[in-house]
């Protein structure tokens, strides 16, 4: 046998035995996900133990905070009137009679069990993809093999779909969607608010693709900005305040000389820290303008501010899906103010309530250690998405506001409860009770719903955690 046979055997030794470790680690996770083994971290740390690289990531980041779930329809239930509006969208099982066949196919096939089932499934998939051994070697592999031969194909709203949209930026793109529903929703809830006597605004987040420089995305690629457009028209055809940040981000653009990518990250979705502090003073001022209170403006001001940089320290959500093979870490700016600040804040699935100046805010272990693939710097800003946050300004004696909001508000709550007294937060994707119920004992002056544009999305009622459900 000459050499170049035995390299040969040698090579193709080598690519068999990568195919059955490759068809035994797919064999074991699928039939994890499917049986629902990976159902508790602590019940399971012999499984990752066998299958997991890297058991420290596996431990949340927060150190000395464990979050728990809280059933928050208990303290705030919804009404029957509110309960029947899923009813118009599913079967009542007790329609079924004594039909034994029809009662099983409802109880385990029904849309609500079936969507139940599959978040299930799908959180199962994520934790295992995210923690299999040598998974994100494999993928980084994979990533610079379809970087080579210029593979950029994607789908909107998949898991994995992040294209590169140029100057190194990374983003997701937004089918076009039917806005009735999310702008019926709006109305509504601001109608309601009137007749309460309580303010109402509408705060339209951007994204980083902006719908006038990315001409060859959007609206050919990418419709967020198109369902926003959408979206704004029926709001102000019926009278909803609303600020559109993507406008007013535009002028600040041209008024900085720079792109409007600059004021996001290259490899997230969010915006920077320093473009929510300049977000929460267009907030605040409209707040001021509806609600007619007088604030100082000045707090602000960016040169009142220090700034804490972390070089090359971010891989954002798009950097962790394209991997470093593709891409090179953000750097992370943490901005506090320089001036005295005195707050309280509760967040009670945290069981947090704590008391102290602007540093109470941040989470400094989702910042150290540095960890690309599993932790994330910008959620050091309140604790990241938590169903509910209670913020008070103890130095601030006027203005109390509900912020509904989703995560680009992580870096606007601390700075807008700089010119209240009082920011409480509910983010709709986990907080299941009734919205209704809450504004009504929580009493605040102004309702503030922010939303960033990939996030408007149809409404639905059986889950109890979608967006625009502001029964």
Same mark, same amino acid.
């Given at each position: 046998?000459?050499?170049?046979?035995?390299?040969?055997?040698?090579?193709?030794?080598?690519?068999?035995? #990568?195919?059955?470790?490759?068809?035994?680690?797919?064999?074991?996770?699928?039939?994890?996900?499917?049986?629902?083994?990976?159902?508790?971290?602590?019940?399971?740390?012999?499984?990752?133990?066998?299958?997991?690289?890297?058991?420290?990531?596996?431990?949340?980041?927060?150190?000395?905070?464990?979050?728990?779930?809280?059933?928050?329809?208990?303290?705030?239930?919804?009404?029957?009137?509110?309960?029947?509006?899923?009813?118009?969208?599913?079967?009542?099982?007790?329609?079924?009679?004594?039909?034994?066949?029809?009662?099983?196919?409802?109880?385990?096939?029904?849309?609500?069990?079936?969507?139940?089932?599959?978040?299930?499934?799908?959180?199962? %998939?994520?934790?295992?993809?995210?923690? &299999?051994?040598?998974?994100?070697?494999?993928?980084?592999?994979?990533?610079?093999?379809?970087?080579?031969? $210029?593979?950029?194909?994607?789908?909107?709203?998949?898991?994995?779909?992040?294209?590169?949209?140029?100057?190194?930026?990374?983003?997701?793109?937004?089918?076009? &969607?039917?806005?009735?529903?999310?702008?019926?929703?709006?109305?509504?809830?601001?109608?309601?608010?009137?007749?309460?006597?309580?303010?109402?605004?509408?705060?339209?987040?951007? $994204?980083?693709?902006?719908?006038?420089?990315?001409?060859?995305?959007?609206?050919?690629?990418?419709?967020?900005?198109?369902?926003?457009?959408?979206?704004?028209?029926?709001?102000?055809?019926?009278?909803?305040?609303?600020?559109?940040?993507?406008?007013? +981000?535009?002028?600040?653009?041209?008024?900085?000389?720079?792109?409007?990518?600059?004021?996001?990250?290259?490899?997230?979705?969010?915006?920077?820290?320093?473009?929510?502090?300049?977000?929460?003073?267009?907030?605040?001022?409209?707040?001021?303008?509806?609600?007619?209170?007088?604030?100082?403006?000045?707090?602000?001001?960016?040169?009142?501010?220090? #700034?804490?940089?972390? %070089?090359?320290?971010?891989?954002?959500?798009? $950097?962790?899906?394209?991997? +470093?093979?593709?891409?090179?870490?953000?750097?992370?700016?943490?901005?506090?103010?320089?001036?005295?600040?005195?707050?309280?804040?509760?967040?009670?699935?945290?069981?947090?309530?704590?008391?102290?100046?602007?540093?109470?805010?941040?989470?400094?272990?989702? &910042?150290?250690?540095?960890?690309?693939?599993?932790?994330?710097?910008?959620?050091?800003?309140?604790?990241?998405?938590?169903?509910?946050?209670?913020?008070?300004? +103890?130095?601030?004696?006027?203005?109390?506001?509900?912020?509904?909001?989703?995560?680009?508000? %992580?870096?606007?709550?601390?700075?807008?409860?700089?010119?209240?007294?009082?920011?409480?937060?509910?983010?709709?994707?986990?907080?299941?009770?009734?919205?209704?119920?809450?504004?009504?004992?929580?009493?605040?002056? &102004?309702?503030?719903? %922010?939303?960033?544009?990939?996030?408007?999305?149809?409404?639905?009622?059986?889950?109890?955690?979608?967006?625009?459900?502001?029964?």
């Amino acid at each position: 046998m000459d050499q170049q046979e035995k390299c040969l055997k040698i090579s193709m030794t080598i690519v068999l035995l #990568v195919l059955l470790a490759i068809f035994f680690v797919g064999i074991t996770r699928e039939v994890v996900v499917r049986v629902g083994l990976f159902e508790n971290n602590k019940e399971n740390m012999v499984l990752l133990a066998l299958f997991g690289d890297d058991m420290d990531n596996f431990v949340s980041n927060r150190s000395d905070l464990e979050e728990h779930k809280i059933d928050w329809s208990k303290e705030y239930p919804y009404t029957m009137k509110d309960l029947s509006l899923e009813h118009n969208e599913s079967t009542d099982a007790k329609a079924l009679g004594n039909n034994a066949i029809l009662q099983y196919m409802h109880k385990n096939y029904s849309s609500d069990v079936v969507k139940a089932n599959t978040q299930r499934r799908s959180r199962r %998939e994520k934790l295992l993809t995210k923690y &299999i051994a040598g998974n994100m070697k494999m993928i980084e592999l994979s990533k610079k093999y379809d970087n080579l031969i $210029g593979w950029q194909l994607t789908a909107p709203d998949e898991y994995n779909g992040v294209r590169d949209i140029g100057d190194g930026y990374f983003a997701r793109f937004s089918r076009p &969607i039917d806005t009735a529903t999310p702008a019926r929703a709006l109305i509504e809830l601001s109608n309601w608010c009137e007749q309460h006597e309580i303010s109402f605004l509408y705060v339209q987040a951007p $994204g980083v693709i902006n719908e006038s420089n990315d001409v060859n995305i959007s609206g050919v690629l990418d419709f967020s900005n198109q369902n926003a457009n959408e979206l704004l028209a029926k709001l102000t055809d019926n009278n909803v305040s609303v600020l559109d940040l993507r406008t007013e +981000l535009a002028l600040q653009a041209k008024k900085d000389n720079k792109s409007w990518h600059e004021y996001f990250y290259r490899t997230d979705h969010h915006w920077k820290v320093d473009t929510g502090l300049w977000a929460s003073s267009r907030i605040a001022q409209r707040v001021s303008q509806n609600c007619g209170f007088d604030i100082d403006l000045s707090v602000y001001d960016k040169n009142k501010y220090h #700034v804490d940089l972390f %070089e090359k320290w971010f891989l954002g959500t798009a $950097g962790k899906k394209v991997t +470093l093979m593709r891409t090179e870490p953000d750097d992370f700016e943490l901005w506090s103010p320089n001036f005295a600040t005195n707050f309280e804040v509760e967040i009670p699935t945290l069981d947090m309530h704590e008391k102290g100046d602007f540093r109470i805010f941040i989470d400094m272990s989702s &910042i150290y250690p540095k960890n690309y693939y599993n932790a994330s710097p910008y959620t050091a800003y309140v604790y990241g998405d938590t169903p509910v946050i209670i913020s008070k300004n +103890l130095d601030v004696n006027k203005g109390k506001i509900l912020l509904i909001r989703d995560s680009f508000s %992580e870096v606007i709550i601390p700075f807008l409860n700089l010119s209240y007294s009082e920011v409480r937060a509910l983010d709709l994707r986990k907080f299941n009770g009734s919205v209704k119920k809450y504004i009504e004992s929580y009493k605040p002056d &102004i309702v503030v719903v %922010e939303y960033y544009v990939n996030s408007i999305k149809e409404v639905e009622y059986q889950s109890h955690i979608n967006e625009f459900d502001f029964r």
